[in-house]
Structures are given as C-alpha cells and as structure tokens.
C-alpha cells in the first residue's frame, strides 16, 4: 500500500508570497491532519480534515488555510508569507485521528 | 522501515499504578527523542524530551529513561490519572543530519478507575 504522499518536497518562496502544498493520503483513509515542524517549536498542530470538513484547527493564524477533496486530497495554503513560516510541514492521514501516518513532509524556506 | 517503533499498540493500567510506555528506534543517528500525547480529535501536544547526552529527564509525573545502547525509549507516568488516558506517540530526530521528526504509530493508554 502506498504511504501518504506530499508535493512538493522542497519550496522556496519570499515574503509576502503564497504557497500551496499538496497532501494525498493512504487509499482508504480520510482523516488528513497536517503539522508545522520547527526546531524550536517542534511539532505544532495546524488542522484536521475528515471527509472534507475541517475538523479541528490548531493555533495558527488565518493565514493558514486548508481544504479537502473528495478524494481526500488534501491542500494546505499560507498566505502573505513571512520569515516565521519556513520550517517542514508534514502531512498524516488515517482511518480516524488516534492511528496516523506521516509523509515525508514539505520543507518550505522563506527567503 | 520502521525507523521508530511502538510495538504496543494499546496499553491499560489502574488508576494511581504506573504507566510504562515503550519505545524501540533502529537509526543510530538519532540523538533528540520526544513524547507527544494525543487525545482523539486533537492534534498530537508535545509532552516531554530527552537528549541523547542524558539517560533520564523528568518532569512532575512524567520521567522519561532513554538507553542509547539497546536504542530504547520509555515514558513512565506515576501515579497514572484518568485524564492520562490518550494516545501516545513517540518520535525522534536526528538534529546533526535533518531535523525531522520520525513518529511511532503510537500507543493508546487506557487508565481504568
């Protein structure tokens, strides 16, 4: 079976750009969660999708944007960009929330 | 390959008894381990970490024990709280390469009254 699969792998992007990243999960899951990865902040929770209605949010700004297809494909979208926002986002999917899988994650830079 | 293992999927333990989550990782480089807990529809929150320049960091009734030579991980919790209950992930990294997280699938903690 196919792990989850992010596009694009590496991003680069200035501020006040806009950028969109790509997340299609495992086939048969439905519950897509993507994540901000720092250094310093380690793993931070942005939101969660289950069969297209966003689900829950984390604490970000609403800059960060996100939706899902019907094919539970999922997209992430951060707008007006800035310094802060590099780091690596990683995308999980599931069959529910309490079991996820991780793919191998986009690493944006903002320049 | 599973670089980072939780090979208990599920765990239950009484009320006020300790919690013994364990850990198993295969990549050498890693050198940086953290816990996450997670409750269902929530994200993942971090919990406590472990440089591998430790054996042991603890935090109230978190304590986590790391043994780089059998590349094993354990979360104990004492005394074990009803709230306790949730799914646990453990993760690593290696920061001197990529500072990427690797999560387990996790293991979920039931505390029983």
């Known amino acids: 079976k196919a792990g989850v699969t992010q596009t694009p792998r590496y991003l680069i992007k200035t501020r006040g750009q806009q950028v969109t990243l790509s997340c299609s999960p495992i086939?048969?899951?439905?519950?897509v969660s993507w994540y901000q990865q720092t250094p310093g902040q380690g793993l931070q929770f942005l939101f969660e999708y289950f069969s297209e209605t966003q689900r829950n949010k984390g604490n970000f700004p609403g800059r960060f944007s996100g939706r899902q297809f019907s094919n539970s494909r999922s997209e992430m979208n951060v707008s007006t960009l800035e310094l802060g926002d590099s780091a690596l986002y990683l995308c999980?999917?599931?069959?529910?929330?309490?079991?996820?899988?991780f793919g191998p994650g986009t690493r944006l830079t903002v320049l | 390959d599973q670089q980072v293992k939780q090979n208990s999927p599920s765990l239950s333990v009484q009320e006020g008894r300790i919690s013994i989550l364990n850990c198993d990782y295969t990549?050498?480089?890693?050198?940086?381990f953290l816990w996450y807990k997670k409750y269902p529809a929530e994200g993942p929150t971090f919990l406590i970490s472990i440089s591998s320049i430790k054996d042991k960091n603890e935090d109230g009734r978190f304590t986590v024990f790391l043994n780089k030579s059998a590349k094993h991980l354990s979360l104990h919790i004492v005394p074990s709280q009803p709230g306790d209950s949730a799914v646990y992930f453990c993760?690593?990294?290696?920061?001197?390469?990529?500072?990427?997280?690797?999560f387990g699938k996790g293991t979920r903690l039931h505390i029983l009254p």
């Open positions: 086939s048969g899951h439905r519950s």
């Open positions: 990549n050498s480089m890693f050198d940086y």
């Open positions: 993760a690593a990294s290696a920061t001197n390469r990529d500072d990427k997280i690797i």
């Open positions: 999980a999917s599931g069959i529910n929330t309490d079991t996820q899988y």
